[in-house]
């Protein structure tokens, strides 16, 4: 039987396991993938025992994406560009490697709400590991003009000189000049999630064609998607992201490509 899980710290609130438990239904596979509740402490050691146990990989959530780099024996490109690990694969030898499918989920999210990032500029609100994701899916994509708002522009400014290209630099307090003309709104902050403070943000200067994704999705309706939603701005909500980067890494560990259906987004939505 093959095997797989997510590591985290806490662990218990992820839907990764009803996730690819619907997969390995979906597919007829028979296999098991299990939620690992490890501290930071035991990280190093839990990856090293992974192949001893006959898992076939896992994936990463808060707070072990950027600590697992040091156990990894090859990183993917992606991950370089990133600096963090969402997925571990085991190899055939019992290496290690570290990839990053959050870029592929954003990327796939967007387009098959048929978002064309390079309509216009596009504004990141945020500049931790969520919006390193989204900015390199956004460049990749080809968009000409990014702008990044965050609480600690030094922070931002830092990513900037990391990742290049055409990208403006805004603190929280200027954040209406940064929606202006703008034509996608990406939030990549936990600002909006259950059990955090609301985001509070003006998106009154966005352009009327303009596009306006969370990347949270507990709740699935954030006020954000509500405030875009009464200007009739195209919302898309955080668990496509969610369902789309999980893709490869069931592939990678089971040998199989699930597909995202309508009937696997009414599964996730109804523990939401």
Known sequence: MKKAGVIGWPVAHSL?????????KKCGIEGRYEALAVPPEKLAET?????????QGVNLTIP???KALMSMDELDPIVRRIGSVNTVVVRADGSLEGRNT?????MQ????????????????????????AVLVALQDMGAEEIRIVNRTPERAETLKRQMGGMIEIFPWDRARSAMDGATLLVNATSLGMQGQPPLEVTI????????VTDLVYAPLMTGLLKRAQAREHKIIDGLGMLLYQAQPAFESFFG?????????RASMVEVL
């Open 16 to 24: 990764s396991p009803r996730l690819h438990g619907y997969w390995l």
């Open 256 to 264: 199989v490509r699930p597909g995202v259906t309508p009937e696997l």
């Open 204 to 211: 009154d200067g966005l352009a009327r064609k303009a596009a």
């Open 102 to 106: 959050d870029v592929y989920g954003f």
């Open 109 to 132: 999210n967007l387009l098959s709400s048929g978002v064309d990032v390079r309509a216009g500029p596009a504004v990141i609100l945020g500049a931790g590991g969520s919006a390193r």
């Open 47 to 55: 990856l090293e025992n992974l192949p001893k146990y006959g898992f």
């Open 64 to 66: 072990h994406k950027e």
